[in-house]
Nanobody
Framework: QVQLVESGGGLVQPGGSLRLSCAASGRTFSNYVMGWFRQAPGNEREFVAGIRWSFGSTFYGDSVKGRFTISRDNAKNTLYLQMNSLEPEDTAVYYC?????????????????WGQGTQVTVSS
């Protein structure tokens, strides 16, 4: 059974940085695509970033390009999201997700496994 556990959320001032982590277990993720999504109150779930676990190739949502970086540590089976230049509009619950297969998808419905989420609040 795949388990995804996010951590690292919190309160940060505009312009600040946070790094989210997602500890993954239960499978070998070499043939998986991992993603970060977020959802703010009253908004639809939004794709943030994704990575092919084996190759390390990445893709991003337009709203975070140039500010956020997704990465993974194979040895620790951990996914990361480095968030810089944070804006109040980045406030949301951030979720880690996983899907088997190497194709990129930005729709949450394509992902099979989800973490419980971690709150990120950007406010002065």
């Amino acid at each position: 059974q795949v388990q995804l556990v996010e951590s690292g959320g919190g309160l940060v001032q505009p312009g600040g940085s946070l790094r989210l982590s997602c500890a993954a277990s239960g499978r070998t993720f070499s043939n998986y695509v991992m993603g970060w999504f977020r959802q703010a109150p009253g908004n639809e779930r939004e794709f943030v970033a994704g990575i092919r676990w084996s190759f390390g190739s990445t893709f991003y949502g337009d709203s975070v390009k140039g500010r956020f970086t997704i990465s993974r540590d194979n040895a620790k089976n951990t996914l990361y999201l480095q968030m810089n230049s944070l804006e109040p509009e980045d406030t949301a619950v951030y979720y880690c997700a996983a899907r088997s297969g190497g194709a990129y998808y930005t729709s949450g419905s394509a992902y099979d496994y989800w973490g419980q989420g971690t709150q990120v609040t950007v406010s002065s």
